[in-house]
């Protein structure tokens, strides 16, 4: 019995919901005479960098595999529903979407079928046909398969605005652990090639990754060194982090009932600091502390744990040394750094810039006076009343959103 194509959405939508790695920001493309278009701030299923809630058509091309990683609902010996899409297929679901203002734009992943090369190919015939029958000029982001040729990685890049190769997990000995058939230099390979030739026709928007959290051991010390490193060698966008879920049952997957989601915020968090905030892994996590602190965010912990270089005076303090401070942001520091050109900056100022004072007044001054008479507090004082508003503001249950929700 042939598959009708509404099924094979629900089933592929459904099975590319665990990849994290598509959100988007960067491409430039001007929308001529098709369809669609895409702007600095990129389209993505996710939030954008200017707050608007964007959405993306996120499927795979088959969840069929040749692969059988132990974490992985796809992998090939569970007995799940397989389907997968023709190119036309895709061409046609992404087009009556856009139409209808469902989504903004695609991303496009697969599983493995046959060999890495023949998966590519089934992914450039439609992207192709999407580009140059259709002549859609949204957003569209891929994920690469590793082991496949460059020749097949350079077609399949410069129809793409952004691509991503996964590293799936932390350290290479985690990879030959839960996903014997993966190389980790296969994905390296990726990440070379397109570093070396991205430009405004191939990749314009970058590349990313994504690695599971808490499926193997390393601490989290590990994995943002991993991050670092990725940030310096392949000037990657974004690592994006998934927590872990228990989808399979396997001897050497940990036994836990939910995914560790508060570690992936503060994974997360403290991405954010190495990205913007001039941070250094060294600076947040060492040998002695290779685990972030779950009841408190990364920089407030690094704050108490230098409460010998705050208070800091607003109306001094380089924008560098703003960025330190909890409850600032770097919209807020450049206000700051703006604004005191004309005036004397006030704790009233401070609100309508948008300074979180339920965090920022316990670490500075503004023309050397505190908030409040802080004299009498301590380091645990300020720790409680730090991990109260933590915990206020993170009692929320996340999910992801399903496409039919």
């Known amino acids: 019995m042939v598959m009708e194509v509404k099924e094979k959405l629900i089933i592929l939508a459904d099975s590319a919901k665990y990849d994290a790695s598509c959100s988007s920001s960067g491409s430039r493309r001007t929308n001529g005479k098709g369809l669609g278009d895409t702007n600095y701030a990129g389209i993505c299923h996710s939030f954008a960098s200017d707050g608007r809630c964007i959405s993306l058509l996120k499927i795979l091309m088959t969840n069929c595999c040749i692969f059988d990683c132990k974490y992985c609902l796809n992998r090939r010996s569970n007995n799940i529903k397989r389907a997968c899409f023709t190119p036309e297929e895709v061409c046609e679901i992404t087009i009556n979407f856009y139409k209808r203002n469902y989504i903004e734009g695609l991303f496009l992943s697969s599983g493995i079928i046959k060999s890495p090369d023949y998966t590519m190919n089934l992914m450039i015939d439609t992207l192709s046909l999407l580009r140059n029958k259709y002549h859609f000029r949204g957003y569209i982001h891929a994920k690469a398969i590793p082991g496949a040729s460059e020749v097949m990685l350079r077609k399949l890049g410069s129809l793409v605005d952004r691509l991503s190769a996964n590293i799936e997990l932390p350290t290479d000995q985690g990879l030959k652990l839960l996903a014997p058939n993966k190389e980790a230099n296969k994905v390296d390979k990726i990440m070379n090639y397109v570093k070396n030739n991205r430009s405004t026709r191939f990749v314009p928007a970058g590349q990313s990754t994504q690695m599971i959290i808490g499926a193997t051991k390393e601490s989290d010390w590990d994995i943002m060194n991993k991050s670092e490193s990725l940030y310096d060698k392949y000037k990657l966008k974004r690592v994006f982090y998934s927590a872990y879920v228990p989808v399979n049952k396997d001897r050497l997957l940990p036994s836990i009932m939910t995914p560790p989601l508060t570690r992936e915020n503060r994974l997360y968090q403290a991405d954010w600091l190495l990205r913007f905030y001039n941070f250094k892994v060294s600076d947040i996590l060492d040998e002695k502390t290779p685990n972030f602190n779950l009841l408190l965010d ?6 108490l744990r230098h409460l010998d270089e705050f208070p800091k005076e607003i109306n001094k303090v380089s924008y560098e040394e703003l960025l330190k401070i909890p409850g600032i942001g770097v919209m807020s520091a450049k206000r700051i750094v703006a ?27 503004c023309e050397g006076k505190y908030f409040t008479d802080f004299t009498f507090f301590k380091k645990n004082i300020i720790e409680k009343n730090l991990i109260l508003e933590d915990t ?11 496409l039919f929700e």
């Not at 990364?298 to 704050?303: G, S, Y």
């Open 298 to 303: 990364p920089k407030a912990d690094w704050a």
């Open 339 to 365: 604004s005191r050109r004309y005036f004397t900056i006030t704790f009233n100022d401070l609100k309508k810039m948008g300074i979180v004072l339920k965090r920022a007044k316990y670490f500075i001054t």
């Open 392 to 402: 206020i503001k993170e009692n929320k249950n996340f999910k992801q959103l399903s």
